[in-house]
Each structure stands twice: as C-alpha cells, then as structure tokens.
C-alpha cells in the first residue's frame, strides 16, 4: 500500500489544526510513528483550544472531571518535556503559552486529589521537584505540601521557555526579574499579555533588540506611583512604529506623559483599549491625536459619567471629536461610561468617510440623545449596536425616534438593547424583526412582551441568539409554534426569557419539553426565570443547561 509524502500529511494535519479539528487530529498521531510527529506539534500549537473544543455535552461534575484530567495532562508532558522526559520536544511545538493558567491549576489542586494525582507526584515526589518553590507557610489545604504557587510558575515558566524558542503569545503573572530573563529567548514574541505592568520594567530595549515581530501589549492593571513615566519610557524604547495593539483590562495610574508616549507609534497602532481611566487621564486623551490609523478604540473611565457638566468637558468633546474623525479607518468603537458619549459618537455617525460597523454605549446619562438617535439613520455601515442607559431620562417621543433610526440600520446582525428600549412592546420588536433581517443575534429590554411577537421574529432566516430582559407574557403553545417555524440557519439557536410574569408560568413539563425542541432541532438551548428570580443564581441553573 502506497504512503502519502510527509508534505501531503503536513498539509492535512495544518487544515485541520485551522479547522481546529482536535479529536480527528489526536486519531492521527496514534495512526503511526510518521504520522505521530507531524499531528503532535499541531496539537500542541493549538492545546489552549483543544481541551475547550472536546466532548460532548455531558452530566457537569463528569464533564469537568473529563477536563481537569485531559488539561491537567497536557500540562504534564509540557513540564516533563521542558525537562527532557518525553519522546518528543512538546515544548518546541508550543506557539502560546498561558502561565496563568497554570498558576491557578497549582491553586486548584485540592479541590480535585484524585484527578491531580499524577501531576501532584509529578512536582512534589518525581522529576519536577525541583521546580516546585517550597514555603514554610500553609497556603492551601491541611495535606498539601507548603509551596509558592505564583514562583512555582514562573519558575516553571523559565523550564519552559528555555525550550520553545518559536513562542508567539505569553500570558500570565511574571515576574518583572524572569521576563527579563525570558525574553532574550524569544525570538518571535510577538503578543505580551501580563497581570501587572511593573513587570514590563526595564523590557522596552530587550523587547526591541530581541524581538523583531513584537506587536501587541496587554495587561491587567499597573498602579504605581511612576506608573506613568515608566509607561512611558516602555513605549519609547520599543521600536518606533511598531506597537499595533494596547490594552489596559483594570485602573491603572497611566496620565499625560504615557498617553503622549503613544505618538512613537502613531503610524502602527490600530487597536487601542484604555479601561478604567482616572480623571486626569481622561483629559489627557487628546495627547492621542496623532494615533490616527486606529480601527479599534474602546474607552472607559474609572468613575460613572458627571451627571451635570463639569469644567473643560465641552473642549474635551471637541478635541475628542477632532481627533477621532480623523480615524478614517476607524470600524469599532466603544465608549463605556464615558462622559459625553452620545456627543462624541453623533459626529462619527454623520461622517460617510469613517467605515463604522459595531458602536457600544454604555452608561452615560441620556437625557441629551435625540441628536444621537437622529444620526443613528445614517451609519447604515452598522453590523453591531449595543446601547445601555436609563430610559427614564428620554421619554416615549426619544424611544420613538430610536425605533425608526435602528429601523434603518439594515445591516445589522447583532443588536442589544438595555434599559434604552424600556418603552418598547410587542410592536416595536415586531418592527424591528421586519426591518432587521440579517439578525443574529437580539437582546432587549423593554415594557412587556407577549406571543405576538413571534410570527415576525421567526422570520429572521440567521437569529440564532433571543434574549429579554422584559416583563413578559409568553404561553408554551406560542413557544412550540415560534421553534417549528425555524430552519436550518438558526442552528445553534439559544433562548433567554428572564423576567417571565409568574401568571403565565411555565410549568415544568413545558419548560422540558421547549429544551427538547430546541436541542433535538437546532442544537440549542433555553433559559427561564420569572421576573425577581435572580438570573444568575440556583433557580436559572435549574432551568437551563
């Protein structure tokens, strides 16, 4: 029988590492020892999505049981291979690698001894011993041996790293002392993402003389009192023009001096995510001026939005407008509680040069929205509208002229809509699923909703996501009628009705056999609670799967 050449085997296991094809995968490496090297290094390229990917839906205890040993042992034969205790070089494999990942398996291991076994003797009586940081403190459980979990880490990570030079993406709580250790090693680092920021001091010139394709930089918080300066300084040692993606997930103490710092990258930087800013960064934001090439911005600030104006916000707003208009490749932009929002998005939607497709606002008082919704008609460009705020503050005639602008957005596919649409009934949705048919996906609030509505919302060929957040008043029977008039393009469908008036009860029967339905014709799901039962507590877990 004729063997295919390794460049066509090569070839299959690279597709199906794209397909992200797991389990066909693994059948090839048991298939035979030529197969085995070729299907084992796309393994490991891809083992952060592999373990996510696999498996049926199973009772919850064995399916996180099924988990915990499936990722406990791949981290095993990533520590013995950086030791060199394996057949083949795992570690060489390895394009990501999340060590936070790790940390809290070292924090978690009590909660599942039997399942830990193996990789317990692994580090504390085998061949990573060494590895394992001792500490005379009880940090975790009366039989757990005293160890530093966060060093065992990093000093795992160092075993690691020594042995995976084609390493793309680090992420995890290091050491500012081992990645300055690390990243000589790394050759093609090219996505950073940390805890803390003080762990990137000192890094900017090693980054720049060790890593060419270094491009993207996130982290969770840095709150030092030379946070700013030391930002910036990272920022200019860093090859200029070479920074194309900044995140900051948590507050930070960044200001004036960082946000200048950005214009060293002015030309390169396309996606910009800055959360929780502290006021005097906020008015430090037009320093960005010159980052024009952005496609991605997502603000927010630390405190909710000044209910009254507040001293420069109106030069703010202009220079905030000024300098975003000129983003003219600008498709997403996010501005969660952050002053002034709907003045400084209304521009962008009246701009037919700014390439716009998904806006979120969240927060911001909107007592001042008409402008903003009469503009909202224009961006037609729209595949994704999420707006959140007190409808209180606007009236019927504002929710009025919401409905007739998101009427016009004919391209969207996902929309969602909270506390905004607290005026809308069963018409306005009904009107919404006539005008929107590429939806894939609708979340609202609104007054209350009732089987009236489902005709229409049947008619969208792509919904494959409905949630409300509404008093509502649906029977069983206009439940089964909605799910047999849908079809193949909402496979996957999911259905959330979370405020249900206890009148129209479903009873459990019912609730069981909508599951049913769904599952057995789309491959979906269903969620139910009655209006005050918390929707993220015992009650929803009990009605949904």
């Known amino acids: 029988m004729a063997k295919l050449p390794l460049e066509i085997l090569s070839i299959i296991c690279t597709y199906l590492s794209y397909e992200q094809d797991f389990k066909t995968l693994f059948s090839c490496a048991c298939a035979g020892k030529e197969l085995a090297l070729v299907a084992l290094s796309r393994i490991y390229r891809m083992h952060n999505v592999a373990l996510a990917n696999g498996g049926d839906m199973v009772d919850i205890n064995q399916q996180e049981n099924r988990f915990w040993k499936s990722w406990l042992g791949v981290w095993r034969t990533i520590i013995r291979s950086s030791l060199g205790k394996t057949m083949y070089p795992y570690c060489h494999y390895l394009r990501n690698l999340n060590l936070g990942e790790l940390e809290e398996i070292l924090k978690d291991l009590d909660s599942k001894p039997g399942v830990g076994k193996k990789f317990m003797t692994l580090l504390f009586q085998g061949e990573g011993a060494d590895l394992v940081v001792k500490t005379k403190v009880q940090s975790f459980g009366p039989n757990r041996p005293k160890f530093d979990a966060l060093a065992t880490t990093n000093r795992i990570g160092t075993a690691i790293i020594k042995q995976a030079p084609l390493l793309e993406e680090l992420t995890g709580n290091v050491y500012n002392e081992a990645l300055l250790q690390w990243i000589p090693l790394l050759p093609r680092l090219r996505y950073l993402n940390l805890w803390h920021g003080s762990s990137l001091i000192n890094a900017g010139n090693l980054i720049r003389a060790h890593c060419p394709l270094f491009s993207s930089l996130k982290f969770w918080s840095w709150r030092d009192n030379d946070a700013d300066h030391q930002l910036a300084v990272l920022l200019g040692e860093l ?3 070479s920074l194309e993606a900044f995140e900051i997930f948590c507050y930070s103490d960044i200001g004036p001096e960082a946000l200048g710092a950005f214009d060293l990258h002015r030309e390169s930087l396309s996606e910009l995510v800055l959360t929780q800013l502290k006021p005097e960064a906020t008015m430090a934001l037009p320093l960005l001026k010159g980052c024009t090439n952005l496609g991605y911005l997502s603000l927010q600030e630390y405190s909710a939005p ?68 009469r503009a909202l008609a224009f961006k037609t460009s729209l595949r994704a509208l999420s707006l959140a705020g007190d409808a209180d503050e606007q009236g019927m005639e504002a929710a009025e002229l919401l409905l007739a602008s998101l009427c016009r957005l004919v391209n969207l596919e996902e929309l969602s809509l909270k506390d905004a649409s607290d005026f809308f009934g069963n018409e306005a949705i009904m009107e919404l699923a006539r005008s929107l048919p590429k939806l894939e996906s609708l979340w609202s609030s609104g007054f209350v909703f009732g089987d009236a509505i489902w005709d229409d919302i049947a008619s969208l060929k792509s919904l494959r996501k409905l949630e409300f957040y509404a008093l ?12 047999s008039k849908l079809g193949p393009g909402n496979n996957g469908f999911s259905l959330s009705i979370l405020m249900e008036d206890p009148e129209y009860n479903l009873l459990p029967d019912e609730i069981s056999r909508i599951r049913e339905m769904l599952m057995e014709k789309l491959d979906g799901r269903f969620e139910f609670a009655l209006v005050g039962e918390p929707s993220d507590g015992s009650s929803l877990e009990l009605e949904s799967d």
Do not use: H
Request: charged share 20%.
């Open 472 to 483: 509502t008043e649906f029977t069983a029977q206009g439940i089964y009628n909605f799910i």
């Open 239 to 241: 090859r200029p023009q």
């Open 306 to 373: 000044p209910a009254i104006p507040q001293p420069g916000n109106e030069d703010l707003v202009l220079n905030m407008v000024a300098w975003v208009k000129q983003c003219k490749n600008l498709r997403v932009i996010s501005l969660n509680r952050f002053r002034n929002s709907f003045a400084i998005a209304t521009p962008l939607l009246l701009d037919n040069t700014i390439p716009l497709t998904r806006l979120d606002i969240e927060g911001d008082p909107m007592q001042d929205c008409m402008e903003f919704y």
